[in-house]
């Protein structure tokens, strides 16, 4: 009888984990052990006043309305810790604030790099670690995108990979940077190259980042909000900065003057007004996401009255 017993409960658990009853949670030993009679129901009632956590986000967001929003503001904050990082590593480690200059002849490459290398080195490889930053940004601007035109629109998409590609064009950039702190004892010719070649990438990919502030600036344009999340002067701004990048093109003609890579324009213009612009879509992007939680428990709360 014994047998017959224990073989008669252990159907009864497969059965009714079968058709997910929740029995499932109390375990075969654990009911064997009960027995046919009092056991089962006494254990089952404990069990269901056990406070048991969440497993879907749908869930999630019944306990927690705001639980959608986790990670938002270090996102959108990273944009502003990525220009703080490339500024310094990319930019002062490095002989790229400003960047030497196209007629530099190549033993006068030689020498700085000889000299250099050690921190060029380091800048570099500081620089490539902190760049993904750019694309977390990317992807915290998206969320809030989202609250305008839709987590469908065809512009998120468009300003996560153009995001995504900005940060993949800048690594490339950077290891070949990297290589000249790697190798200098190469011929100065072939420093130049390495350098030349980093330029070319870094000036000329300029093409996936517009199309990222294109994205951005036509999403948030759309926002018909009294007062919209980013200001409108801000979106035109983006597209200014984006529409300007295409005199990069002129930089390969140009060894001098204000076009060339370390001109007055193509350096000295371009760079501040991105920076400018990444800043200020990094910092209205934070200061939206308090609202949009505000937002959403009013209408939660409109909802349910």
Known sequence: MEFIRRNTMLFIYIISYLVNCKIGKIGVRQMI???VTGGISEKLSEKSNVKRRPTSVEEKLLLDPLYEFHGWTFCNLSGMIFMLCFIVFWGI?????????ALTTPEQIEVLVRENYNMIRLGMVLAMSTLTLNYVWSVGMAKVMGKVVGKDSILIPLQIVGGALTCMSLMISCAYWLTMGYRPSLPGIQLMQLFDNGWMIFDLAYAVTSIQMFALSSAFLQDYREK???PGWVNWYGIFVGVSFAAECVMPFMY???FARGGLFNYWFEFPIWF????LFSFYCVRAIPRLKREKLEALAVAKA
Not at 93 to 100: A, K, R, Y
């Open 33 to 35: 052990d009960l027995g």
């Open 228 to 230: 919209p999340l980013i």
């Open 93 to 101: 480690m490095t002989p790229n604030m400003p960047p030497i200059h």
């Open 276 to 279: 400018i612009w990444a800043f």
């Open 256 to 258: 001098d003057g204000i």
